[in-house]
């Protein structure tokens, strides 16, 4: 039995929460969920320019946690924009803080 995933700390709440390509439909797209925590990931780590373990810190994940996270995040957006597919962000265990 695995463990119950921890609350992960947030402080990312983007305005939008879909994007999708230009110009293809969207009932013909393949949708693509990005949590919470996986796009919090990707502002400390890629935007910020945060080390694994001081955005893990900011996270209160560990830093195996928080490359397994970033890691997910980069497959799916890399997906996303490889294969044309929308991306909705939305849920994951989190919580925010200020």
């Not at 695995?2 to 999708?20: L, V």
Request: net charge positive; charged share 35%.
């Amino acid at each position: 039995m695995s463990r119950p995933c921890r609350c992960r700390r947030i402080k990312c709440n983007p305005d939008t929460n879909y994007f999708k390509p230009r110009g293809i439909p969207l009932d013909m797209l393949e949708e693509v969920n990005l949590t919470l925590d996986e796009l919090e990931a990707v502002r400390l780590a890629d935007f910020d320019g945060l080390y694994q373990e001081d955005a893990a810190k900011k996270m209160d994940v560990s830093r195996q946690t928080f490359g397994n996270i970033i890691n997910s995040a980069h497959k799916k957006i890399a997906d996303v924009l490889l294969n044309a597919k929308a991306l909705k962000i939305e849920g994951g265990t989190v919580k925010k803080v200020r």
